[in-house]
């Protein structure tokens, strides 16, 4: 993928301070620390558009990012992403969190072309991420189901984890990732290229 441009556009936390709609606009979501920003940072092919943090939770906006992107050197596209708070993160006040999770489905039932679910490769599934695919498909959203951080596991053991993981999470097809190898990389921009 030829990477144009890639910037920041704004962060929200309700829907009035959403980027006017217009481009193709993916949802990157899944459990805090999963991966989200490090997997939007190698999509976009930088370090830091988006902030990783070693304090799981930290990111507690909707973060979007416009990019300019091409297959080939013609026809550059434009998609933007919007990397979303970590889910099933329980500290803090109760309060806060509800907070979060509304913010979350407000954003979710009206904007997104396409959800990529991260989900935790050396982990598996959790309850919570059975839970945000089971939603997102009852509003009629598309998934693309990713597993995360599988540089962490054996290469003998990677498909044979992304094949429980697409039956825990009951999707035809999980995308082996890796930001810290960089592997998976291309595939994912295939499947947000054909949504
Ligand atoms: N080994 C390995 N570590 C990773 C990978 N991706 C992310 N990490 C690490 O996991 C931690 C969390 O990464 P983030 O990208 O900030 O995760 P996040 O899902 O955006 O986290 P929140 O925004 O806090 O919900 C960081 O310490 C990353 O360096 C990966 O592919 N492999
Ligand atoms: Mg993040």
């Known amino acids: 993928m030829i990477v144009h441009s890639a910037e920041f556009v704004k962060s929200a936390t309700k829907p009035a301070e959403y980027p006017p709609p217009g481009l193709r606009e993916i949802a990157f979501c899944g459990r805090s620390n999963v991966g989200k920003s490090s997997c939007l940072n190698a999509l976009a092919q930088r370090k830091a558009l988006a902030r990783v943090s070693r304090t799981p939770g930290r990111t507690r906006l909707i973060n979007f990012f416009d990019l300019r992107v091409a297959e080939t050197l013609e026809n550059p596209q434009e998609i933007r992403f919007a990397d979303l708070p970590g889910y099933g993160f329980a500290s803090g006040p109760k309060s806060e969190t509800k907070q979060w999770q509304q913010m979350i489905e407000k954003y979710l039932g009206s904007r997104p072309d396409a959800l990529v679910v991260l989900v935790d490769g050396e982990l598996g599934a959790q309850p919570s991420d059975i839970e945000m695919v089971r939603w997102a498909e009852s509003l009629g959203r598309k998934v693309i189901a990713v597993a995360t951080k599988l540089d962490k596991l054996a290469r003998s053991r990677r498909k044979q984890q992304t094949d429980k993981i697409?039956?825990?999470?009951?999707?035809?097809?999980?995308?082996?990732?890796?930001a810290k190898e960089r592997f998976g990389v291309e595939e994912l921009w295939h499947a947000l290229l054909s949504v």
């Open 166 to 178: 697409a039956g825990q999470l009951a999707v035809r097809e999980v995308i082996a990732f890796s």
